[in-house]
């Protein structure tokens, strides 16, 4: 197993511009979250899905939109980058009970 | 609101002493878990422990373990016999049963010195 993987790693962004961060897991977890890692903050949940075609909104969702049309995918959208989205993300699965697992992070600058 | 705090933002432990850091969280409920994670420089984030709320009896993971006192709503994290790998950030982390999000602490950023 692959486990949780993100692409890409790294990104740059100039205010106002779109991307996708992309994750994906082979462990047929119906659970699968976004957290963004800021300078001296814990790990904030953006959104997350109990499975396919279900998502909801976590603490920092604002210019953030997410879907989930696949039991291993789960794209995070930014529609217009700004400087505050600056951070590190990270996708998460799990299932039920089980332990969550990480992906290894994207570290997103915005300028 | 249900929080999670980690008071202690740095500390550091002379490799192979015992170093404990503290947690301390807010919840109004009764059936819930509790995690404490390692992030080293690679940035992934590592399971080191969990203890489900429900059990009285503390976890143990080799050289890792927990004090857990719920009626005090403390998760603290023991580390024996100190290594320098154990040099990362740590955080403290709580789901409530059923819900899979997570709540993490600000973290504690632990150095052993060689």
């Known amino acids: 197993n692959a486990g949780v993987t993100q692409t890409p790693k790294f990104q740059v962004l100039k205010t106002g511009q779109s991307m996708t961060l992309q994750c994906a897991q082979d462990?047929?977890?119906?659970?699968m979250s976004w957290y963004r890692q800021d300078p001296g903050m814990g790990l904030r949940l953006i959104h997350y899905s109990v499975g396919a075609g279900i998502t909801d909104q976590g603490e920092v969702p604002n210019g953030y939109n997410v879907s989930r049309s696949t039991t291993e995918d789960f794209p995070l959208r930014l529609l217009s980058a700004a400087p505050s989205q600056t951070s590190v993300y990270f996708c998460?699965?799990?299932?039920?009970?089980?332990?969550?697992?990480f992906g290894p992070g994207t570290r997103l600058t915005v300028t | 609101a249900q929080t999670v705090t980690q008071s202690q933002p740095e500390m550091s432990v002379q490799e192979a002493e015992t170093v404990t850091l503290s947690c301390t969280y807010d919840t109004s409920e009764n059936n819930y878990y509790l995690f404490w994670y390692k992030q080293p420089p690679s940035r992934q984030m590592i399971l080191v422990i969990r203890?489900?709320?429900?059990?009285?009896q503390n976890a143990t993971e080799n050289r890792f373990s927990v004090n857990f006192q719920k009626a005090a709503k403390s998760f603290s994290l023991k580390i024996s016999d100190s290594q320098l790998g154990d040099t990362a950030m740590y955080f403290c982390?709580?789901?409530?049963?059923?819900?899979?999000?997570?709540?993490f602490g600000t973290g504690t950023r632990l150095k052993v010195l060689a």
């Open positions: 203890q489900e709320a429900y059990k009285q």
């Open positions: 998460a699965s799990s299932y039920s009970a089980g332990p969550t697992y």
């Open positions: 462990m047929n977890h119906e659970y």
């Open positions: 982390a709580f789901i409530t049963s059923g819900t899979y999000k997570y709540i």
